[in-house]
Every structure is written in structure tokens, then in C-alpha cells.
């Protein structure tokens, strides 16, 4: 069976994104950024407070950093060593989920589980030892509300978990209680910060004029240092960075895929932005628009992931080889060549789309912080698997700024700051004490 030409077009004219409409997600970006500073409730994005500002470069000390907020949990002791350097000492990863195992964050799965867990990695990192006294930086990234840098409280989960007992919790309580339940004492968390806050953190401590830090991963997200915002309890320089959990903005053009997906997702209505940009949603999709040219249109592909649109974006052989075979082993279909060049097709449309639409919010934030003026030189510091590892993501980001911004596209750049989510829960630890 051959796709009908016309749906396939129509399927591919739905995920593209003008210029036009990019213009406007900027604007819109701005303008909701604008009424969140007044009022946050008002805006669709959070806009949440970090309680800290940038670090000066020259924060030092041995540190401990947990990173928790995608499939996997990372535990880092790092060795902060000053004028942007670091040093990890030693580091412990693991998922949080194994087929078959165990399953920290699906429904069933309970607080004093997950943090259980997050306890043990703690201690395989200090290597059991219960004396000496650690400080510890928690990179949580999820929508939390603080009244300062330490206590952070889960308003919702978001990227599908679904662990109860969390939502409306201080994290860093049911932390040090599953500390306690180990018999470790002796690790004393100083400070809570989203991921994006952390990537910002780690890419201010290595280089000048970076503002804005964004996750592109399984979720995505962005913060910016908002210079008017000056609180007592806050550390840092030059403001308060805001967390701006981006991945709820509303005000976008979702076509009938974004929306279908929406409907039956683990939180319908929230997190619109994120479920048409991010890893963990471009692949369903994907799915989605595949089961429609397949004919299959309730079918739901399970096993679909963004890893396997990378690989079929990628393939440069004839016959589309890597193509066919994720075709046959994760959707159970063989498809002739001509159909298999539109699946790479698709898979490359839902990636352009979401490249296109995140410029489009960076550029929202730096016309916001040029507030009509000239545009100061800027790298916008990004972390995430999509962003790194997604091929057409970053040309696609280059080419966005350049539509949007015209000629200050060159003041602007995005960097890769790798494992600023880690390295930043180090440094907001020591900016703590
Ligand atoms: C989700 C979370 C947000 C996080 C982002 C990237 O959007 O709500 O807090 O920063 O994922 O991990």
C-alpha cells in the first residue's frame, strides 16, 4: 500500500512553521513574558522565582549535586575550583525506570519509593561515608514553587510522571527524610533549582554574556535573568532569574495532531508548548501522523521514540535501510521506498517545526530583555539531548534567529553548555553557603 499523496501533504503542511507564524509566537512569547512580570497568574507561564541571581565564576569547594528530572537520576560530587573550572570526583547515573524492574515515576510508584532511591545514589556517591558533611545542590526540574532558595514545593509533575505523593510536597523534606531512613546525617541540601536555572548557573560560571538557559530534551523549558527583580532572601548577581516553565505557553497554532495528543496525555490542557516541541512528545507525533498514512489511525505505537527519529532523519543510505527496519520492528509495517523517503520526510517536518518554535520563545525573551533598544551580544546556554544529539535542530535554530532577528542574529548565539543541569546544582550550592 502506497500513502495517498494528498493526506501525506496536507500531514506535512500542518507541521510547518512560517516565518509569519514565527514572528507572531515571538510576539506572543513577549507579550505573555510581559504580563507574567505583572502578575503571574495572569500569564500562561509560570514564571516562577529562583531566589538566585548569577555566580561571579569564583564560587569554589567540593560540592554534591543530584539531578533529577528526566529518565535519568544523576548523583555528582564536583570540585568547584574557581574562575570557571570544575572537576567531577566522581559520579553515579541510573534510570528511573527498567523494564521489567522497577518504575519510580508511573502511576503505582510512591514518594518514599523515588526518594529512596535518589538516597541510596546519594550514598553510593560519598561512598558510605556518614561524618564528613556535604552540601548539596538539587537540580529538580519540575514546576516548583519557593520562597527561597531551599524549600521548593511541586505545584504539579509534568513529562508524564505520575509518582504519588509528591504534588503540593516540599521536595527537599521527603529528601532528607529518605536521607534519614538511610542513616545518612551528614548531607545537608542548601538549595533547589530547575534545570534550566542550573544550565543558566553552569554556562554564567565559564562564560560572560549569557542570560537566558533553556533545556531541549524530554521536556523543555527556558529561565532568564529578569535584572528588575531584587529579593532579600535571593543570592547572586545581576537580578533574579526566573524559571519560566515555557513548556505550559499557550499561545500557539497546534494542529489537529498537537491537539488529539493532548486530549488523552496524562495532563490534558497543560504544557501545550512542550508537548509540540519536546523529545518526549515529538515521537507521539510522529506516531500519530504515521498511523494516519498507515491507515491505522487508533493504533498507538509504544515503542516510537525520538532516538528512532533521529536515526531515521539521519539515514543517507539508498534504499533507506535504517529507515525500513525501525519501520518493520517498532510500527510491525513494510513500506516501499517512495513511502519510507516521506516517513524520513515527516520525522524532519515535527523536528524543523519544533527547532523553528523554540527560537521563536528565545527571541520572545531577547527582545524582552533589549526592551526596545539594541540587542546586547548573547549566547543563549542550552542543554539536552534534542538540542545536542537531533540532527537538524541547531541549523534549524540558526536559521530561525536569522528570520527573526535579521542582522542582530549575529549578536546571538545558542551553546551546548553539556551537564550545565549537574555543574549547576554545584554552584548554586556553594552561592548557598
Ligand atoms: C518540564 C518541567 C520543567 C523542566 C523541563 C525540562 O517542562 O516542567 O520544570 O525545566 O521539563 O526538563
Redesign the pocket.
Known amino acids: 500500500m502506497a500513502f495517498d499523496e494528498m493526506k501525506f501533504q496536507e500531514v506535512i503542511s500542518e507541521f510547518s512553521a512560517t516565518t509569519e507564524m514565527l514572528r507572531e509566537t515571538a510576539k506572543n512569547f513577549q507579550k505573555d513574558l510581559q504580563i507574567g512580570l505583572k502578575d503571574p497568574k495572569s500569564s500562561s507561564m509560570r514564571m516562577l522565582k529562583s531566589y538566585v541571581g548569577l555566580p561571579t565564576g569564583n564560587e569554589k569547594g567540593e560540592f554534591l549535586a543530584l539531578d533529577f528530572?528526566?529518565t535519568n537520576v544523576r548523583v555528582i560530587r564536583y570540585s568547584l575550583e574557581g574562575e570557571g573550572h570544575s572537576k567531577i570526583i566522581r559520579h553515579v547515573a541510573e534510570p528511573l525506570i527498567v523494564a521489567g524492574k522497577y518504575d519510580y515515576v508511573g502511576k503505582g510508584s510512591t514518594a518514599e519509593q523515588m526518594f529512596d532511591f535518589l538516597a541510596k545514589l546519594i550514598d553510593d556517591v560519598i561512598e558510605g561515608d556518614h561524618e564528613t558533611k556535604f552540601y548539596l545542590g538539587h537540580t529538580f526540574?519540575?514546576?516548583?514553587e519557593q520562597d527561597d532558595l531551599n524549600n521548593a514545593k511541586l505545584i504539579i509533575w509534568?513529562?508524564e510522571f505520575a509518582t504519588a505523593g509528591v504534588e503540593g510536597k516540599v521536595v527537599n523534606d521527603l529528601l532528607l527524610e529518605a536521607l534519614k531512613r538511610r542513616g545518612i546525617e551528614n548531607v545537608v541540601p542548601v538549595a533547589v533549582i530547575?534545570?534550566?536555572v542550573a544550565v543558566l548557573l553552569s554556562a554564567a560560571y565559564k562564560h560572560s554574556d549569557v542570560y537566558t538557559g533553556s533545556?531541549y530534551?524530554?521536556?523543555?523549558?527556558t529561565c532568564y535573568i529578569e535584572e528588575s527583580i531584587h529579593d532579600p532572601k535571593g543570592v547572586g548577581k545581576g537580578g533574579m532569574i526566573l524559571?519560566l516553565?515555557c513548556?505550559?505557553f499557550m499561545n500557539l497554532n497546534p494542529n489537529r495532531f498537537d491537539m488529539a495528543f493532548d486530549r488523552k496525555s496524562e495532563k490534558p490542557g497543560e504544557?501545550r508548548f512542550?508537548k509540540m516541541v519536546?523529545g518526549r512528545y515529538m515521537c507521539e507525533l510522529f506516531g500519530m501522523a504515521l498511523a494516519e498514512l498507515f491507515e491505522e489511525e487508533n493504533k498507538h505505537y509504544d515503542d516510537l521514540t525520538a532516538v528512532d527519529m533521529s536515526m531515521i532523519i539521519s539515514d543517507v543510505s539508498e534504499d533507506l535501510r535504517k529507515v525500513a527496519e525501525i519501520v518493520k520492528n517498532k510500527i510491525g509495517q513494510t513500506a516501499e521506498l517512495e513511502d519510507l523517503k516521506k516517513i524520513q520526510e515527516l520525522a524532519a517536518a515535527i523536528v524543523i517545526r519544533s527547532a523553528r518554535l523554540v527560537t521563536a520563545s528565545y527571541v520572545g525573551i531577547i527582545w524582552q530583555r533589549a526592551n526596545g533598544g539594541e540587542i546586547q551580544p548573547q549566547h543563549v546556554a542550552v542543554d539536552?539531548s534534542v538540542y545536542e544529539k537531533m540532527p537538524l535542530v541547531q541549523e534549524n535554530i540558526k536559521k530561525a534567529l536569522e528570520e527573526l532577528l535579521g542582522k542582530d542574529a549575529e549578536k546571538v548565539d545558542t551553546i551546548l553548555d553539556n551537564g550545565g543541569s549537574g555543574l549547576g546544582a554545584a554552584i548554586a550550592a556553594a552561592m548557598a553557603v
Request: aromatic share 4%.
Open positions: 528530572g528526566g526540574s519540575f514546576p516548583s509534568t513529562k530547575n534545570d534550566t533545556i530534551a524530554t521536556g523543555h523549558n524559571n516553565e513548556g505550559n504544557q512542550e519536546s539536552g
